[in-house]
């Protein structure tokens, strides 16, 4: 079965710093894989997504995503983080093979202080 | 124009009470999802319906039915609810299974 693992739970940051979210995944088949947002109190937000071509994505507000296929990984990155990216980061997997269901890693909490 | 959409936002009820919400989609998507959200933000999918058919049904307790009556609706109904029932439930919609879903706004259940 599929799962999704996020290396990090809670990361502090302070503005102006560089982000970068570890995701790997489990799974030996073609997969898509997303990474969505999720701001205080608010309903999950698609960041950026990666289907196939090239394995770097952008995404939006700033944010950007390299798929490692030999790594199983698909790490999230922004070079400068802001007050407002405070939030919750979830990456997630699907493969498009299969029971083709969406797999949610734990989440990583942000904090960036002002 | 909200795309996807839940009611109630808040839901508080006694145990052994049986509940409803709602989740509709203008986004013209083949495919609606419920997904519960636990108190560490730990979000597992529970059902997903292409054209009001089931197609996944994960390991959850009978109590929970889902009901799709057209392809832009699916409802949740729980019955004879638990303690452990109190989560964050998001209603999804998607193109397809392998496209990325949209979510709604979310259902916080609480059961005292």
């Known amino acids: 079965a599929q799962s999704v693992s996020q290396h990090n739970h809670h990361v502090i940051l302070s503005e102006a710093a560089s982000l970068e979210l570890g995701c790997n995944y489990s799974?030996?088949?073609?997969?898509?894989l997303f990474w969505y947002v999720q701001y205080p109190g608010q309903h999950l937000q698609l960041l950026l997504k990666y289907f196939s071509g090239d394995p770097l994505v952008k995404g939006i507000k700033g944010f950007e995503a390299e798929f490692i296929k030999s790594k199983f990984s698909f790490n999230l990155r922004k070079p400068s983080v802001q007050w407002s990216d405070t939030a919750e980061y979830f990456c997630?997997?699907?493969?498009?093979?299969?029971?083709?269901?969406?797999?949610f890693g734990q989440g990583t909490r942000l904090t960036i202080n002002p | 124009d909200t795309a996807v959409s839940q009611t109630p936002k808040y839901l508080v009820t006694q145990m052994g009470n049986d509940k409803s919400i709602k989740c509709e989609q203008n986004?013209?998507?083949?495919?609606m999802y419920w997904y519960k959200q636990d108190s560490k933000k730990f979000l597992k999918i529970m059902f997903s319906?292409?054209?009001?058919?089931?197609?996944i049904n994960e390991t959850v307790p009978n109590r929970f039915s889902p009901k799709s009556p057209d392809k832009a609706h699916l409802n949740l109904h729980i019955n004879s609810l638990e303690l452990g029932d109190s989560a964050v439930y998001f209603c999804a919609s998607s193109q397809s299974t392998v496209h990325e879903q949209f979510f709604g706004p979310g259902t916080r259940l609480t059961v005292l």
């Open positions: 986004l013209g998507h083949d495919t």
């Open positions: 319906y292409n054209n009001k058919e089931l197609i």
């Open positions: 997630a997997v699907t493969s498009i093979q299969g029971a083709q269901k969406l797999v």
């Open positions: 799974y030996g088949g073609t997969v898509n």
